[in-house]
């Protein structure tokens, strides 16, 4: 008998979401449960998250491309302890930091869910799990990769 | 920064070390205010001689301490950005000012009170959302605790680093706080009671969390030529900086630090300056107080700083380089903030003036520099070098 423990994810009610011009994309993009990185349209550059300028070329031609979302695990910790209340039920979660395959200079902070903890090492190869939340929020999420 | 011994810390001052919320029902600005009347004191000086406020982490409101302190004018009342990253980087400014003749006595005055019934170790939850915030948010960051985990897996991953470097740290650490009166633990920590500690954001375990606590402490600074006729001995400031790389940036809250900065505590810039404005090494430094909000931040400053190098801080510390006794770098002498208390790098500051001053309970022997760091956090961070 397994009694392999699985990483649940953080409540909905920990987060609510606010966009500002240079993040609508992204999460407008999520909602069609397709991840787009701001690529710079001039100098080609991936870009910050949520910056207004290319940091290379310092233009404003920020396009927005399409990625699988395959990628490893950059580096992740196991909240196991309910620092508030509202996350009793969701421990054991996993936040991760996620490199993704053929990105340089731009890297996603999100969970891996799903998957056995013991399992989950700096390196694991993991793919995109989309979570519809009831607010119509999606959030780009990664499992273990098959 | 060019100023070296231009100016000097000359008074220290605290409240006592209250466990968290029970400092009430003093009020915040009250135990600012008693703090300021400490350090004046301690310095020989009146509080109407202030004329200087040097904040950092979000600080407090001048006005409204000249109303309890009685003080006539202010010159200068400025604060370093951002949270705890930039707190020693308040006695760099304070020291400018003095050194510019902006002002004559400025104060650098902290205080952390919680209210109850929330901490500081879910901040994250008690924050606005905004878009930037987004990221992290999204993905259940709720405490300072659970960004630093991600950095310290990622050292050990790079590095082979293992947890009982962060035990080390931790036990070290505790020993410090033992004779340090007002110390909030001072009961020796065992490896069996580190390792059976409960895991809270694998691979920080209870043990490796700092304290929370109400204090209030503050420092004066003034000219080194005014000092020299004052009650105490000068701690004079060698060097101060405060900034950092873009590499490191937002840190924590951003997370996308190529592999060089990722793991570390991104002090790398401000330990270069530092150093070479006043031409020394790590090697010149006698004692480190070093901002332990988190035990495996102790290891990377290490590398940042420069006493050993880069990914080795692991065995450097298991080596027992950091101890008091018999350590080649004695670190955080007075327990930090893993044992003695944690009010965002203040008593850091308040341990630098006693060690170079010959007073700290820990002393370490002959002491001529001491290096006070801020936290490792989203930039600005800071570093601060005082001397005899």
Sequence with gaps: MSTEVFAKAPPDELFQLEVDTWTQPYWDAAKNHQLKLPKCGDCQQYCELGASHCRHCLSQNISWVEHSGSGKVYSFTIIRFPVIPSLQDSVPYVPAVIELDGVDGLKLISNVVDAPLSEIDVGSAVSLRWHDREDGVSLPRFTLAK | ?388
């Excluded at chain 2, 951002?82 to 020291?95: D, L, M, P, R």
């Excluded at chain 2, 630093?148 to 009982?164: C, I, P, S, V």
């Excluded at chain 2, 209030?216 to 000068?234: M, N, Y």
């Design chain 2, 1 to 388: 920064m060019k100023i070296a011994k231009q100016a000097a810390v000359v008074g220290i001052g605290a409240t006592p070390y209250y466990r968290r919320g029970e400092s009430h029902p003093q009020t915040f600005n009250e135990l600012i205010c008693k703090a300021i009347i400490n350090a004046t004191e301690d310095a020989g000086l009146s509080v109407k001689d202030i004329d200087g406020f040097s904040y950092y982490s979000f600080g407090t409101d001048t006005g409204l301490l000249m109303e309890s302190l009685g003080i006539p004018e202010v010159r200068y009342s400025s604060m370093v950005s951002g949270g705890g990253g930039g707190s020693v980087g308040a006695v760099q400014n304070a020291a400018m000012a003095v050194a510019t003749g902006a002002a004559n006595v400025v104060v650098v005055p902290f205080c952390m009170q919680q209210p109850t019934g929330k901490r500081y170790g879910s901040i994250m939850s008690q924050i606005d959302p905004t878009p930037d915030k987004a990221f992290f948010m999204a993905g259940g960051l709720v405490g300072p605790g659970h960004f630093f985990a991600m950095l310290a897996k990622r050292h050990m991953h790079q590095y082979g680093t293992r947890r009982e470097a962060f035990c080390e740290v931790a036990m070290s650490t505790r020993e410090n706080a033992i004779t340090r009166p007002g110390a909030r633990f001072q009961k020796a920590l065992t490896k069996e009671e580190y390792f059976a500690g409960p895991m809270i954001a694998d691979p920080l375990c209870r043990y490796d969390f700092c304290l929370e606590n109400d204090i209030a402490g503050a420092l004066v600074i003034t000219s080194a030529e005014r000092a020299k006729d004052l009650k105490q001995r000068p701690a004079y400031v060698l060097n101060g900086e405060q900034g950092g790389r873009r590499e490191w940036g937002r840190s924590i809250a951003w997370m996308n630090m190529p592999d060089e900065y990722f793991a570390s505590a991104g002090h790398a810039s401000i330990a270069k300056h530092l150093y070479a404005d006043v031409g020394i090494t790590a090697a010149d430094v006698d004692v480190a107080l070093l901002y332990d909000h988190f035990s495996p931040m102790v290891v990377m400053q290490l590398e940042d700083y420069g006493f050993c190098a880069r990914g080795e801080g692991g065995a450097f510390v298991e080596d027992g380089n950091i101890r008091f006794k018999g350590g080649s770098i004695p670190v955080n002498t007075h327990g930090g903030n893993l044992s003695e208390a944690y009010a965002v790098g203040i008593t850091h500051m308040i341990e630098g003036v006693q060690q170079i001053r010959g007073t700290a309970t820990n002393q370490v022997k002959d002491a001529e520099i001491a290096l006070v760091t801020g936290g490792p956090a989203s930039l600005p961070v800071s570093g601060l070098l005082l001397s005899r």
